[in-house]
């Protein structure tokens, strides 16, 4: 089975991939969202995985009251620097939350629906599973989205990436 300095390996790393595309990119282009129907920004996206590290790992494993506003993290904008201060404290609790974890015990709530998570239940350690699937997934997109960004800046004259 998996320990928990390896989960949190591979997990810190697509959240610092997310950040320091966030941090890369600035307030201008973290903000932008792609003419696609239903796309984000990367603020919005590191926003949303924020909320779901939280809440999976603090509410539904670690136990703490979260409050999250789904709909809202994909809506949120704005200045990056307190972005990145609370994706470095969220990053420091999830260190917390998978040390004190019980893998194979149930879940200490349960998931709205409307969150979307995996349709079965879940113990602990699936919960924390989920985190991961999240944290990977919207890297990936993420990269692409900055690839993007970066490029249609580049032709419009706006400063980008080097």
Known sequence: MI???????FAC???????????????????????FPGANSPHALLTHCL??????????VAGREVARDRDA?????????PLLERAAAVRDRLAVDVRTARPAE???GTPPAAFLGPAR????????????????????????LR???VASAAGSGTKGRS
């Open 13 to 35: 790393r697509a959240l610092d991939g997310m950040t320091g595309i966030v941090a890369e990119l600035g307030d201008d282009l973290a903000n932008v969202r792609p003419p």
């Open 106 to 108: 149930p879940l200490r």
């Open 51 to 60: 909320g779901v590290v939280s809440y999976w790992a603090g509410a539904l």
């Open 3 to 9: 320990d928990e300095d390896d989960y949190l390996y």
């Open 147 to 149: 690839d993007w960004i």
């Open 73 to 81: 993290e994909f809506a949120a904008a704005g200045p990056v620097g």
């Open 121 to 144: 239940e879940l113990t602990q350690g699936a919960a924390l599973l989920h985190v991961y699937e999240e944290l990977a997934q919207h890297h990936g997109q993420m990269e692409i």
